[in-house]
């Protein structure tokens, strides 16, 4: 079954850390990029970070830049979210995604989320 | 960042139609960037249901559209069904320096 599965969320206290993984099955994971989308309690989704098939480039969204790293490992096919120095507003439901290339790509298919709650 | 703007909600009754916008406001338009449509049932992760602005992918039903012209783009749902009732989010690059890709503000489908 094509799949990804997220794990490793929680409730931290704010400035702590916390790593997120996600295991993919089903799919030639090398040859996507992947990407992680988060969605606050009660909000809208807001995309994190993406990371090449190879992971020589990386990509964040602004107010994660230096905070978050995204990592991944082909041979596990999995996907990786470091998060240091964790703030109240990182709160969210994060959500592992595949990207599929056309023109501009998009997210095909999504795993079931991982919870972190940031305490302050 | 650029903002992609929907309409906070809509509702129609069983059978109808509605329709959801989806509008750029970067100054800087992006007309070309391609706009995709997501469908995120209560509780759920969400699911891929138009790709390149007119796209369906494989086991979505011809009730869901799409189209895009300039810097709008819109999702129609026609033949309003009740397990059409969740959260609609657009999503398209983002043009500015601070994001790679943007979500729209997300819409809520009511069946009466």
């Known amino acids: 079954e094509v799949q990804l599965v997220e794990s490793g969320g929680g409730l931290v206290q704010s400035g702590e850390s916390l790593r997120l993984s996600c295991a993919a099955s089903?799919?030639?994971?090398?040859?996507?990029?992947m990407s992680w989308v988060r969605q606050a309690p009660g909000k809208g989704l807001e995309w994190v970070a993406n990371?090449?098939?190879?992971?020589?480039?990386?990509y964040y969204v602004d107010s994660v830049k230096g905070r978050f790293t995204i990592s991944r490992d082909n041979a596990k096919n999995s996907l990786y979210l470091l998060m240091n120095s964790l703030r109240a507003e990182d709160t969210a439901v994060y959500y592992c995604?595949?990207?599929?290339?056309?023109?501009?790509?998009?997210?095909?298919?999504w795993g079931r989320g991982t919870l972190v709650t940031v305490s302050s | 960042q650029s903002v992609l703007t929907q309409p906070p909600s809509v509702s129609g009754a069983p059978g109808q139609k509605v329709t959801i916008s989806c509008t750029r406001s970067?100054?800087?338009?992006?007309?070309?960037?391609?706009v995709h449509w997501y469908q995120q049932l209560p509780g759920t992760a969400p699911k891929l249901l138009i790709y390149?602005?007119?796209n369906r992918p494989s086991g979505v039903p011809d009730r869901f559209s799409g189209s895009k012209s300039g810097t709008s783009a819109s999702l129609a749902i026609t033949g309003l069904q009740a397990e059409d009732e969740a959260d609609y989010y657009c999503?398209?690059?983002?043009?500015?320096?601070?994001?790679?890709?943007?979500f729209g503000t997300g819409t809520t489908v009511t069946v009466l």
């Open positions: 995604a595949r990207e599929y290339s056309s023109s501009w790509r998009y997210f095909d298919l």
């Open positions: 089903g799919f030639t994971f090398r040859i996507y990029w």
């Open positions: 990371i090449k098939q190879d992971g020589s480039e990386k």
């Open positions: 970067s100054s800087n338009l992006g007309s070309h960037y391609d």
């Open positions: 390149d602005n007119n």
């Open positions: 999503q398209s690059y983002d043009n500015s320096l601070s994001s790679l890709y943007v």
